[in-house]
């Protein structure tokens, strides 16, 4: 089943020592664009999410959040940065002198500029933690695909519409074609007719100009390869892998023979059909963004 590039997985655990909540959301992508924010003492398990979420995901731009926060006692504590600090000194007492300013400074304000405090986190192991993590973006990865697909469901049915409406087009096309031909025909014949009066016709050249108007407008090969095209569409949607992009070649390829069909359009009837045909096309090229 299709998945669209659309989607929304949470997952939170809570115990006594820990809560730890991943939200997953995702929109419209061209290729998969992971954007991944986290506490920083997982930092270096950053490539381990980026491979867990690609074993779910293959398109779309995708947000990551993950929270984790420690209810033990010794989660974290606050260090002073001394070097910081008299950097920030140093800096200030310099510019006082070179300016000829007060240099107004108090104790509170300095703590305030950055890194001069630090929270550093307490003695549980971040290898430990992140375990817990894992298994959370998991269950909140399984939650996101599942929303995925439902979404995919959606497109799917759509789409089988649009291509059945299509296949019917084909049809209508395919019935108007000759009979376009037997029209002109006998307006050919009447014509001629009209201009000769009684004259008898030359059924040969007659022949030639009518066999050189049908060469100009069939459309056989375009419909033949529509037909084509529709069924490889239908297939496709039935594969479980990510196919948006096989899609897309598809119905380009569907709108190329469309085109050509209304170029050769020498009728008003099969112009509105051809212009439905590409109508219909360009209507399922949008779906077909927002599949993985």
Do not use: W
Request: glycine share 4%; charged share 35%; net charge negative.
């Amino acid at each position: 089943m299709i998945r669209s590039m659309t989607g929304f997985g949470r997952f939170e655990a809570i115990s006594r020592d820990y809560k730890v909540s991943v939200e997953i959301k995702s929109v419209n992508h061209r290729y998969c664009d992971l954007n991944i924010k986290q506490p920083k003492k997982f930092s270096a398990f950053e490539n381990d999410i980026r491979n867990i979420a690609k074993q779910y995901i293959a398109r779309g731009k995708i947000d990551i959040y993950i929270n984790f926060e420690d209810y033990t006692a010794k989660a974290s504590s606050v260090r002073y940065n001394s070097s910081v600090a008299k950097g920030y000194m140093d800096a200030i007492t310099k510019a006082s002198k070179e300016f000829g300013i007060e240099a107004y400074i108090t104790s509170s304000l300095l703590v305030r500029f950055p890194d001069v405090i630090m929270l550093e986190d307490g003695e549980k192991d971040a290898d430990k933690e992140f375990i817990i993590v894992k298994d959370a973006f998991h269950k909140a990865c399984v939650q996101f695909q599942t929303s995925r697909e439902r979404e995919g469901e959606h497109l799917y049915n759509d789409i089988k519409l649009k291509l059945k409406d299509i296949m019917e087009i084909v049809g209508k096309i395919e019935k108007r074609s000759p009979q376009i031909v037997t029209e002109y025909r006998q307006k050919l014949k009447d014509k001629v007719a009209e201009l000769l009066g009684g004259t008898k016709i030359d059924e040969g050249i007659l022949a030639t100009e009518i066999t050189v108007f049908a060469d100009k407008i069939c459309v056989d090969e375009e419909t033949v390869r529509l037909r084509s095209h529709i069924a490889n569409m239908e297939s496709t949607l039935s594969n479980d892998e990510s196919v948006g992009r096989k899609l897309d070649f598809i119905a380009q390829e569907m709108n190329r023979e469309a085109n050509t069909i209304l170029s050769k359009a020498n009728d008003v009837e099969l112009s509105g059909m051809a212009i439905d045909l590409k109508t219909g096309i360009e209507k399922i090229r949008e779906q077909i963004q927002n599949i993985e």
